[in-house]
């Protein structure tokens, strides 16, 4: 699994084309045979995925910051800005702070995002055994990771080296 960060904003599937060609050449490094271009499709009621079944990705986006999640697994990431909460609001999450608020949110989110089942479902609970993985990538955000266990790699990446730069999600 390889990891992409970014600090800005950028058009979303530039940026995961640019991360895709990135993880293409270290897995062709290493004996893939993986094609540097890839298209990305979008169904209705459906979480994205690649044009092809054996490459996973997760994209989360939050106060100017990026994550993007490439596996050969389903992966779901999530990345947020540790900020202010109602908790009285999100009373199915026990949170001590905002800090803990926001880990249990990223790993919520995040498996949402793995199980493909999406928002509908954020009060159902989260299976025991569920393999999460936290990064601080960026201080002040946390981070995480839903996806079987498997080695990390992770990139900042500079967004002035993706086409699409201008744009926003």
Same mark, same amino acid.
């Given at each position: 699994?390889?990891? #992409? #960060?970014?600090? %800005?904003?950028?058009?979303?599937?530039?940026?995961?084309?640019?991360?895709?060609?990135?993880?293409?050449?270290? /897995?062709?490094?290493?004996?893939?045979?993986?094609?540097?271009?890839?298209?990305?499709?979008?169904?209705?009621?459906?979480?994205?995925?690649?044009?092809?079944?054996?490459?996973?990705?997760? +994209?989360?986006?939050?106060? %100017?910051?990026?994550? +993007?999640?490439?596996?050969? $697994?389903? !992966?779901?990431?999530? &990345? @947020?800005? !540790? *900020?202010?909460?109602?908790? @009285?609001?999100?009373?199915?999450?026990?949170?001590?702070?905002? *800090?803990?608020?926001?880990?249990?949110? $990223?790993?919520?989110?995040?498996?949402?995002?793995? $199980?493909?089942? %999406? /928002?509908?479902? /954020?009060? *159902?609970?989260?299976?025991?055994? $569920?393999?999460?993985?936290? #990064? @601080?990538?960026?201080?002040?955000?946390?981070?995480?990771?839903?996806?079987?266990?498997?080695?990390?790699?992770?990139?900042? &990446?500079? /967004?002035?080296?993706?086409?699409?730069?201008?744009?926003?999600?």
């Amino acid at each position: 699994m390889i990891l #992409f #960060f970014a600090d %800005g904003e950028c058009d979303s599937d530039a940026f995961i084309r640019h991360c895709y060609a990135h993880f293409a050449d270290i /897995l062709n490094a290493a004996g893939a045979h993986l094609p540097r271009e890839i298209g990305i499709v979008r169904e209705e009621g459906k979480k994205p995925r690649f044009d092809r079944e054996d490459v996973h990705f997760s +994209l989360s986006h939050s106060h %100017g910051v990026i994550m +993007l999640g490439i596996a050969l $697994t389903e !992966i779901g990431v999530d &990345i @947020e800005k !540790i *900020r202010p909460v109602n908790f @009285e609001k999100f009373d199915f999450i026990k949170a001590e702070d905002e *800090r803990d608020f926001f880990r249990k949110w $990223t790993e919520r989110e995040s498996w949402l995002k793995y $199980t493909g089942a %999406g /928002l509908k479902e /954020l009060r *159902r609970p989260i299976p025991e055994g $569920t393999h999460f993985e936290h #990064f @601080e990538a960026f201080e002040g955000y946390d981070a995480c990771v839903c996806a079987e266990p498997q080695n990390v790699r992770a990139f900042l &990446i500079d /967004l002035d080296g993706v086409e699409g730069r201008e744009g926003r999600k």
